[in-house]
């Protein structure tokens, strides 16, 4: 049975002069706004100087476990850039601690989980109970709605079953996905009771999230990508949807993102995310004619146009607002996160071209 999905109070009257908080939600649920919400993947990150010398200071995992870090670098990023929402400063493996897979961030080499998961004995021990010790991170999302109230839309977010489970087994980044497919297709048992302890986890990490003050949670399933359609469909999608109706409970519009997800789009869709983030590759058009025109869309500039000069720059956003000018329901962002070494003042300018050129575009559908 599916649950019932109450959503957030919207402010009533014309959609002019929204707040950041409100644009981004009616985009979110497909109603009509003033100008196109934008914000970035990764918007927090080593390309910005303030986040630097943070982390002259602070481990990653440090910056995530203290609130008032977290909450720090989290707000200075969405100030700087003058985005219309701010994503809670985190990282996507945190789940695993509590569940019983301790892991550490090597410098050059990424995360390197200590015991990776490679077993159906290894799988019935995880733990689902310690959820509540990730509350460092619901506490950071009180400091950061305090500080922003309705002036920006606050992002949570979680992994989506099949990327957390990839880490897990692989115990790092991978290329081939071998030890997580050989699971997958050798001991589908195993598979399911680990998909299944995963959204009981994730549900009630993103539950904590919305009651800290989270406005929309976001779900990153970035490599969902590196699955066949039958694949995702027989081991990925069952759990997935789940987590999706599970977080919309809690009453929040949900954002499902992936990499690389064309060929999965029309399965996708069935997972009933309010908001499906599409990476560069697709016209965001066809992406949503892909997913049947049901949800809203977000994305979708490559993070790499950020390096080129800003007139190509500028075509490059202009060519993602033509294409999404017809859709109800644009977040504007980059494909996937931005990289090392991105020119923030290349970001910033990005900001104004959304602001400035897409004003134009709902003034005109108005
Ligand atoms: O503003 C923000 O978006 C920052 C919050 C954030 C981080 N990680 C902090 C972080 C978010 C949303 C994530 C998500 C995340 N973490 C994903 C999914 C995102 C995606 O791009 O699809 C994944 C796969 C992870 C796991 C992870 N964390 C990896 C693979 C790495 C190493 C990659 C690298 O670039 O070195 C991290 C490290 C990490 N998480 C950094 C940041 C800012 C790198 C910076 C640092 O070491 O301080």
Redesign the pocket.
Known sequence: MQPSVSRPPLPVGASQHLTGSARFLRACLRQSVDRTPVW???????YMPE?QAV?RHH??LE??KTPALAAD??IT?AEILDVDA????????LPLEPMGLPFA?R?????VVERPLRTAQHIAALDTTRTAELGYVAEAIRAVDAHFGEQKGLIG?C?APF?LAS?MIEG??SRNYVATKRLMYTDPGAWTELMDKLVTVLAEFAQQQVQAGADVI?I?D??AGALSVADYREYVLPATKRLVRQVQAAGVPVIY???DTATLLPSIRELGADVVGLDWRMPLDAGSRALGGACAIQGNLDPIALFAPLPVLRTRVEEVLRQSAALPGHIFNVG?????ETPVASVQQTVRWVRELSAAIHGERA
């Open positions: 970035f993947l990764r918007q927090a990150g080593r986040y982390r481990s990653l910056i995530c670098v989290t990023a701010a994503i809670i400063f985190a990282d996507l493996l961030f410098a050059g080499e990424g995360p977010f992994g990327t880490y790092g980044g976001q990153f970035s490599w993102f992936g990499v996937h996160g931005i990289v090392p």
